[in-house]
């Protein structure tokens, strides 16, 4: 009896360690991802704008107005010109359509709503503090999410690692922050895929409730968002489970029902006419590879070294279960990486064959994040010449963006020296495969991860301030989490 008290005891104690380390990564990521979070993407996206100002205007007008490029009647047009913001620091050029039908109105209430209760007045730019302060949130809960899907597949310590991994890297927390409907997605998504692991081994009337509610509030948000519908669907079909993958896609139909009548009622020659636009867009066979060479958060490519780490990675793995003759859609990896590839096979079918629209590609990012931790650990563990220099070419080069016109970069012999310092226990290793080498081989590999990721929560704390020293950023108003 007291065997077992002391066990229960040391299990007791080791839960409540594990607890608090979870707690201290989602209270240190959800902060970092704070500072500056109004600044960085930078004031007068018009892409958050597109949503901001739909639900303002609904809360406040009763009916969706907003900017849009889109063939509308010109009898829907409210105004035509330049947009400024409250100081006069910054104007966009936008036509105003009333009623806006682009998108469904449900993610546009939530950043419209945070808008309206900050008091941003509509008729000028929203500050991006007053939109982006429920992505903080949801950010959050996307992380808490990710750690449960990637423990209930790979364990408690790859789980962590990936939630740590997706609030440090600079391209992954800039993306959580735009206030655009995908980080909302991608939360419903990481979320369903946890669900279904715990429905596979212990079915529960609330989580298949969930399945049918899920992905049509994800629809509502933005329609990309009943594409979760479909995979949920083919995960329950392959394991023979047809009328509840049946039930998935009748419960995401009734979501697109009420999507289709409030359009119809709102205006139905535009919302009719929109929504034909919106299916026809262009799409082709480059798109895989543009997604895959333009990197970015943003309209701009922002080549992050520690995301192309993870595609490598990724790629790595997705070869080898090629390989496999028998494809178990509940082994960890094959689950991992098909609900990876049929993101980004959306991405390509949705963003456009050469439009730099990078918050289609958000719904992957915190799984992309987990094969990287996974490429993280398998190098490690594996540690020799062509390890390392795969880890000191990758997981040190976001230092280029600590880099300005005040802060110069490494200059090119000190960089050949370390590099060549940092890969030589592994050389060494290979010549002479002694346990001293091979432990001065982990030693360099753990260096290499630890500067990395310190380099990463630098680049995400000082980026706006590097590049806007000297210049002229506008900053709009703020909110106590942004300060």
């Not at 594409?227 to 509840?244: D, E």
Request: net charge positive; aromatic share 20%.
């Amino acid at each position: 009896m007291k065997k077992i008290k002391a066990l229960f005891n040391k299990y007791q104690k080791n839960f409540w360690l594990r607890m608090l380390l979870v707690l201290a990564v989602l209270t240190f990521t959800f902060f970092l991802r704070a500072i500056h979070a109004d600044r960085i993407p930078q004031f007068g996206h018009l892409e958050e704008h597109l949503y901001g100002w739909s639900g303002i205007y609904q809360i406040e007008e009763g009916s969706p107005v907003s900017w849009s490029t889109l063939d509308y009647p010109k009898s829907r047009e409210v105004y035509s010109g330049v947009i400024y913001d409250q100081n006069n620091q910054l104007g966009q050029a936008v036509k105003l359509y009333k009623p806006w039908v682009d998108e469904p109105p449900l993610f546009s209430l939530i950043v419209g709503g945070s808008a309206h209760f900050f008091g941003a007045n509509r008729h000028y730019l929203l500050p991006p503090a007053y939109l982006r302060f429920p992505m903080l949130f949801i950010a959050l809960f996307t992380s808490l999410a990710l750690f449960l899907l990637v423990r209930q597949l790979f364990g408690y310590w790859i789980g962590l690692a990936t939630s740590f991994i997706w609030g440090t890297v600079p391209l992954f927390v800039f993306s959580s922050r735009l206030a655009v409907p995908e980080n909302l997605i991608a939360l419903f998504f990481i979320l369903t895929l946890y669900l279904f692991l715990l429905y596979q081994k212990k079915p529960h009337k609330l989580y298949f409730l969930l399945f049918l509610v899920l992905p049509g509030l994800a629809g509502l948000m933005k329609p990309t968002g009943f594409f979760i519908a479909p995979i949920l669907a083919f995960l329950f079909f392959s394991l023979r489970q047809y009328r509840k993958g049946v039930f998935v896609i009748l419960g995401a139909l009734l979501f697109v029902g009420i999507f289709l009548i409030w359009g119809l009622n709102l205006d139905s020659t535009s919302f009719l006419h929109i929504l034909k636009i919106q299916g026809a867009r262009p799409a082709g066979w480059n798109g895989l590879t543009y997604l895959l060479s333009n990197p970015a958060f943003d309209i701009f490519p922002f080549y992050d070294s520690w995301y192309l780490f993870c595609w490598l990675a990724f790629f790595f793995f997705l070869f080898n279960l090629i390989k496999e003759r028998q494809f178990n859609i509940l082994q960890p990896l094959n689950f991992l990486g098909l609900a990876l590839v049929y993101w980004l096979l959306i991405s390509v079918f949705s963003g456009g064959e050469q439009d730099l629209l990078p918050w289609y590609r958000y719904p992957f990012f915190p799984l992309l994040a987990a094969f990287g931790v996974l490429g993280v650990r398998l190098l490690i563990t594996n540690p020799n010449f062509l390890s390392l220099a795969l880890l000191a070419g990758f997981l040190l080069g976001n230092r280029v963006y600590l880099v300005n016109a005040f802060h110069s970069n490494t200059p090119s012999l000190v960089f050949r020296f370390e590099f060549l310092f940092l890969v030589l226990p592994g050389l060494l290793y290979w010549l002479k495969p002694l346990p001293a080498f091979k432990k001065m081989s982990y030693f360099a590999a753990l260096i290499i991860v630890i500067f990395g990721i310190g380099i990463n929560i630098l680049v995400v704390k000082d980026y706006y301030s590097l590049s806007c020293e000297a210049k002229h950023c506008p900053i709009g108003p703020t909110t106590f989490l942004t300060r």
